[in-house]
């Protein structure tokens, strides 16, 4: 045997064979190309994510604060209450209170209260302070009368220009002729902020406050009672439904052309968009059924309907996990069906149920689409009692705040995106924690 055949005949015993190599060297390269490209798809997708979340953060964490004034007002009498009567009637008009709110800013400011030359002045000094103040000093006052005479230190909200100015959305370098804030403007606020009677505090009106025209005085309360008035809803009602219609089709129907209908049709109405389900809430439960437009309740019907397929879908398939055994062993030692069931079966596939109960809740507390078409863009000021009162939902409220022209609309709209996927986060936390504390194996 020559030289050559020798090799090629070593070659071939230990793998070495030319062409195999080849072979070999090019699905390995594939195989690395391929993870190459699927590394770099993931880091595309975090990286966008990444964005995402530095814009939403960067544009919204401001809203948390608040800046906010310290005045010594007096509560004049004569003002506020001529009569005398102590009556709400006479107490509750907030105007009266703005009057006192801007006499105690012209006197911090040495501003005359009269007077056309000082015209101008009084009017760049109310703008300072929030239109809401007069309420915060009405809502004191009906809360305590004997305030009535007294001179009180409160501190009320500044205007959304000036709370602006003070985070730095509105630079001082801007020409006077193009800045939303003038410079005697800025003075005051200087002035103020090194006496220590202008602050940013932490806004709880963010969490308290409803609907308003002004951004300073604008919160997420309603919207997120409304929203919780809804998910509570969804929860009574689709999590029962949903679960006993799934037992019925997994263990006690028959198998034959009408389930096989009924399947289709859940599946299919899973993929159904959002808005069609606001239209037939409209159709069914406000011109039907008569119930009120813009209420809770209208709300959580109809995102009842449009969870249902997700839970009877997830459900389904945790009780199909649970192993054939189980029901046999049960059935073996004299165990009915529905004791199977309840007893062993469904205890069992409760993590599946839970995961799919809370992602349906999850989808449903982000849904804007149905509820716009129900009339849920309402303009609540006051937070809802009950879920036949008119109300909002947050991701509502994101959407009618992105639409409004006042900058400081922006960062409301932010933060409550930032509060939005807060709670979505948390709940699909939940769903992996429940899916893991009460998950068995075999």
């Known amino acids: 045997m020559s030289a050559s055949e020798n090799i090629t005949t070593q070659n071939i015993i230990t ?4 062409a195999r190599a080849a072979r070999l060297k090019k699905r390995y390269a594939s195989e690395r190309r391929f993870k190459t490209f699927g590394a770099f798809a ?17 544009k919204g964490y401001t809203a948390f604060q608040q800046t906010s004034i310290q005045l010594t007002v007096l ?15 006479d107490l509750g008009k907030a105007i009266r209170y703005s009057k006192l709110v801007n006499r105690a800013l012209y006197q911090k ?3 005359p209260l009269k007077g056309r030359d000082s015209k101008k002045d009084r009017s760049l000094a109310k703008k300072i302070i929030s239109g809401e103040a007069g309420v915060q000093l009405r809502d004191m006052v009906l809360n305590d009368h004997g305030l009535i005479g007294q001179s009180v230190t409160v501190w009320l909200l500044a205007s959304g220009n000036a709370d602006s100015f003070i985070k730095g959305q509105i630079s001082r370098d801007t020409p006077e002729a193009r800045r939303q804030i003038k410079d005697k403007q800025v003075a005051w606020l200087d002035m103020m902020r090194e006496e220590g009677t202008l602050e940013k505090q932490f806004n709880t009106g963010l969490f308290t406050f409803g609907a308003s025209s ?23 009602l689709a999590l029962p439904i949903g679960v006993a219609a799934s037992i019925y089709l997994e263990e006690f129907a028959p198998t034959n052309r009408w389930t096989d209908i009924i399947e289709v049709n859940i599946n299919n109405l899973a993929a159904v ?3 069609v389900f606001g239209l037939l809430g409209l159709a069914v439960f406000i011109n039907f059924a008569g119930l009120p437009r813009s209420a809770s309740i209208v709300g959580g019907l109809v995102l009842t309907l449009m969870t249902l397929p997700t839970i009877i879908i997830a459900t389904r398939s945790a009780l199909k996990a649970v ?5 046999q062993a049960a059935l073996a030692v004299g165990a009915s069906k529905t004791q199977s069931i309840f007893h062993h079966v469904l205890p069992l596939a409760t993590p599946g149920i839970l995961t799919g109960t809370i992602i349906g809740l999850a989808k449903a507390l982000g849904e804007t689409a149905p509820l716009l078409m129900i009339g849920m863009v309402a303009f609540v000021k006051e937070i809802p009692l009950s879920p036949m009162e008119p109300a909002t939902a947050l991701p509502v409220q994101i959407y009618m705040w992105s639409g409004a022209a006042e900058r400081a609309f922006v960062e409301r709209t932010s933060a409550a995106i930032i509060v939005l996927l807060a709670f979505l ?3 699909n936390m939940s769903a992996v924690i429940l899916r893991r504390r009460f998950e068995r194996r075999w």
């Open 15 to 18: 793998g070495q064979d030319p």
């Open 42 to 58: 993931v880091l595309v997708g975090i990286l966008f994510l990444a964005l995402l979340f530095i814009s939403i953060f960067s």
């Open 75 to 89: 509560l004049d009498e004569k003002v506020i209450d001529k009569k005398g009567t102590r009556k709400i009637k």
């Open 109 to 111: 400011f040495d501003i």
């Open 214 to 236: 002004r951004p300073e005085s604008s919160g997420i309360g309603a919207a997120a009672v409304g929203s919780l008035y809804m998910m509570l809803i969804v929860l009574a």
């Open 273 to 275: 968009p959002s808005i």
């Open 323 to 327: 192993p054939q055994s189980i029901r």
């Open 425 to 427: 986060v948390i709940m």
